[in-house]
């Protein structure tokens, strides 16, 4: 089993920049590609970033393409999500998860663990 948690969330202005962290406990996370999602008021979770076990390996959704960046320190157990110059749509809960395989990293469903989730609100 894998607990994930996430923080780093919180309320900011349009153009400012947050750093998401993912620290997981009970197994290494060097074992698990890690994402992250994000689910607005109303809209389904959707994909956000992946990157797999050793780092070398990043993927993103085109919408955030460029403005965030996804990290890992496996010594730290941790995964990062550095999000600049946010916008108001950028507004929703965002959560990590890990699973064992690099493929299908688009797809929630295939995800075996989950964080509880962080706010990020933006808005002036």
């Known amino acids: 089993q894998v607990q994930l948690v996430e923080s780093g969330g919180g309320l900011v202005p349009p153009g400012a920049s947050l750093r998401l962290s993912c620290t997981a406990s009970?197994?290494?996370?060097?074992?698990?590609?890690m994402s992250w999602f994000r689910q607005a008021p109303e809209k389904e979770r959707e994909f956000v970033a992946a990157?797999?076990?050793?780092?070398?390996?990043?993927n993103y959704a085109d919408s955030w393409k460029g403005r965030f960046t996804i990290s890992r320190d496996n010594a730290k157990n941790t995964v990062y999500l550095q999000m600049n110059s946010l916008k108001p749509e950028d507004t929703a809960v965002y959560y990590c998860?890990?699973?064992?395989?690099?493929?299908?990293?688009?797809?929630?469903?295939?995800?075996?663990?989950w964080g509880q989730g962080t706010q990020v609100t933006v808005s002036s």
């Open positions: 998860a890990a699973k064992a395989s690099y493929a299908s990293i688009w797809w929630s469903g295939s995800y075996n663990y």
């Open positions: 990157i797999n076990w050793g780092g070398s390996s990043t």
């Open positions: 009970g197994r290494a996370l060097s074992n698990y590609a």
